[in-house]
C-alpha cells in the first residue's frame, strides 16, 4: 500500500447490510475507489459525497455515497482509517 492512501475497514455485518439491501457489487466498487486514493481526494470527489452528519456532531460521523439511494456511515479514524459501521438507506442516514 502506498502511504497516504485510504484504508476502509469493516465487518461482516456491515458487507451482510450492503447484500441484503441490493448493493453488494456497488459497495466493493466503492470502497475499491476509495481505497486508491488519499484522504483529500476522497474529500473533494462529488461523486463519493464524503459529508459529515451534522445532526449527531458528538459522533463524529460521516457517510459515504453507495449509490443513489445508498449510503456508508463512517468514522473517520487517524492513519488515515475509515472505518464503515453500518450501511442504510440514504433517506435513513441524516436522522
Known amino acids: 500500500m502506498v502511504s497516504g492512501l485510504v484504508k476502509v475497514e469493516y465487518q461482516n455485518r456491515v458487507w ?24 483529500p481526494q476522497v474529500m ?11 445532526s449527531r456532531p ?14 456508508a456511515i463512517c468514522k473517520l ?3 488515515p482509517v475509515i472505518e464503515i459501521v453500518v450501511v442504510a438507506d440514504h433517506t435513513k442516514t441524516h436522522r
Do not use: C, P, S, Y
Not at 473533494?44 to 451534522?54: H, T
Not at 458528538?58 to 449510503?71: G, Q, S
Open 58 to 71: 458528538r459522533e463524529k460521523l460521516w457517510t459515504l455515497r453507495i449509490d443513489r439511494n445508498w449510503r
Open 16 to 39: 451482510n447490510q450492503a447484500k441484503k439491501g441490493g448493493v453488494g457489487a456497488e459497495f466493493l466498487d466503492m470502497i475499491e475507489k476509495v481505497q486508491d486514493m488519499t484522504l
Open 77 to 79: 479514524n487517524t492513519g
Open 44 to 54: 473533494a470527489d462529488k461523486g463519493l459525497g464524503f459529508e459529515k452528519i451534522l
